[in-house]
């Protein structure tokens, strides 16, 4: 077997692992991405049901690590939260999803509608907040930017190493005999 044979066997698998990827985390990157350009909502209440995905929880990874929540018993209304451990850090000390007494703070949600889910671009409470800068600009929106660019990236590179895979000619070898 010719070793340019092999190599084009190659390009196309990691042409279409690429590919698969980029779409992969583009799904992920997708509500987010479309929460900029919705009209946000103001909600007011006290969360009654709060959830980490168990897949990514704890990852400290953009778009996989996020929070869901619901306020005022309503199961139709979820809330998904992006943010960062720093983020929830400094928000736990005046606000905590697991803290007994979550059901008991009012809360004041800035969130954009999208498909059925609400995603929250700040948060406040009597005892502090989370502001629109500090959540929308300075977090989601730069993680979103460098998400998209590096979706685009693998996703050219993908469809470059296809088409060389595809398109590659295969080098006949003569054996001298």
């Known amino acids: 077997m010719s070793l340019f044979r092999v190599r084009k066997v190659v390009f196309v698998n990691f042409g279409l692992l690429l590919m698969f990827l980029s779409c992969w985390v583009s799904f992920y990157i997708y ?3 479309k929460s900029f350009f919705v009209e946000e909502d103001l909600f007011y209440g006290k969360v ?8 990514f ?6 778009f996989f690590d996020k929070t869901f929540f619901q306020i005022n018993g309503d199961t139709e209304c979820t809330f998904v939260l ?9 928000m736990a000390e005046w606000f905590d999803f697991s803290a007994v007494n979550a059901s008991e703070v009012p809360l004041e949600i800035y969130a954009s509608r999208v498909g059925n889910k609400f ?7 009597t005892d502090g907040e ?5 959540l929308a600009i300075d ?7 460098v998400g998209v660019s590096i979706v ?6 993908g469809l470059v190493l296809l088409l060389v895979g595809i398109l590659h000619k295969t080098r006949k070898v003569e054996l001298a005999v």
Request: glycine share 6%; proline share 6%; charged share 15%.
């Open 139 to 145: 977090y989601q929106f730069y993680c979103c930017f």
């Open 48 to 55: 009654s049901y709060a959830a980490i995905p168990s897949l």
């Open 57 to 62: 929880g704890g990852s400290n990874l953009p």
């Open 152 to 157: 685009v990236l693998m996703f050219v590179g």
């Open 119 to 125: 995603i929250v671009k700040s948060m406040a409470s």
């Open 130 to 134: 989370l502001s629109w800068d500090e």
């Open 31 to 33: 509500p987010l991405a």
């Open 82 to 90: 992006y943010a960062s451990d720093e983020i929830l850090d400094r």
